[in-house]
């Protein structure tokens, strides 16, 4: 976002969206209801090209980052009814002993409930964030919007 300028960098960061998928029928997922905002938009080759900004990225993916808050719906076992967790207690993992990152299971959401539930926000924000970045003058001449979600992280 350095490439940006200053208001306009002020504008995307303080401006906050919000997605509720509870009452969503086709979805066999756990629900969403969250909170979420950019946190960095960033042309692909950015570093590495002084001629690309986020304005003007010809035919380079535009890279976004955001926060995220709220609920998601989980269940423990398919027995057991439906519950509203805070996300970022829902995706914990453990690091183990041998390096890698013991992650729970979920009925609704599989064995790694972290990146399934990035995952699915991905999948659900992108296009309002590409409508919202197109009003800012951000935009790619690629032919499927050039706008990838990169790193989610949680609020608390």
Known sequence: MKKLPIKLQ????????????????????GGLKIDYRIT??????????????PTNSEYNDIHV???VKGMVEMRKNYSEEKLWWE???????KRNYWGGYDCSYDSLWGSQVNK????????????KIT??????????KK??????????????
């Open 10 to 29: 002020r504008i995307i960061k303080k401006k906050r969206f919000s997605l509720n998928t509870k009452d969503l029928v086709r979805t066999w997922r």
């Open 40 to 53: 960095m938009v960033k042309a692909e080759y950015e570093d590495n090209y002084d001629y690309l900004s």
């Open 65 to 67: 980052n955001l926060k």
């Open 87 to 93: 996300i970022s207690k829902a995706t914990k993992t």
């Open 116 to 127: 399934s539930i990035r995952e699915e926000i991905r999948s659900k924000v992108k296009e």
């Open 131 to 140: 409508n919202y970045l197109k009003l800012m003058g951000i935009t790619t």
């Open 143 to 156: 032919w499927d919007g050039g706008i990838k979600i990169k790193v989610i992280n949680w609020e608390k």
